[in-house]
């Protein structure tokens, strides 16, 4: 019998992330002012890690980035 592996349950809510309150890296910030520019958004200084995953589900939501699954 084989184990189905669910994607979805390896995701954790940002508000869990033991490093949430972390600065947001490189990549999110770029990610970011990608997802802003196309939302005609401005993004916030000094997001932690997990306010910046949120504005980013937010923002792939808005321009339609977001999982289609």
Same mark, same amino acid.
């Given at each position: 019998?084989?184990? &189905?592996? +669910? /994607?979805? #349950? *390896?995701?954790? +809510? /940002?508000?869990?992330?033991?490093? !949430?309150?972390?600065p947001?890296? %490189? #990549?999110?910030?770029?990610?970011?002012?990608?997802? #802003?520019?196309e %939302? !005609?958004?401005?993004? /916030?200084?000094?997001?932690?890690?997990?306010? #910046? *995953?949120?504005?980013? +589900? $937010?923002?792939? &939501? $808005?321009t !339609?980035?977001? +999982? $289609?699954?």
């Amino acid at each position: 019998m084989t184990e &189905q592996h +669910d /994607p979805q #349950a *390896a995701v954790k +809510d /940002p508000d869990e992330w033991v490093t !949430g309150d972390e600065p947001t890296t %490189a #990549a999110q910030e770029s990610y970011l002012r990608t997802l #802003a520019r196309e %939302a !005609g958004e401005t993004v /916030p200084d000094g997001l932690t890690k997990a306010e #910046a *995953a949120k504005l980013i +589900d $937010q923002l792939q &939501q $808005q321009t !339609g980035r977001g +999982d $289609q699954g």
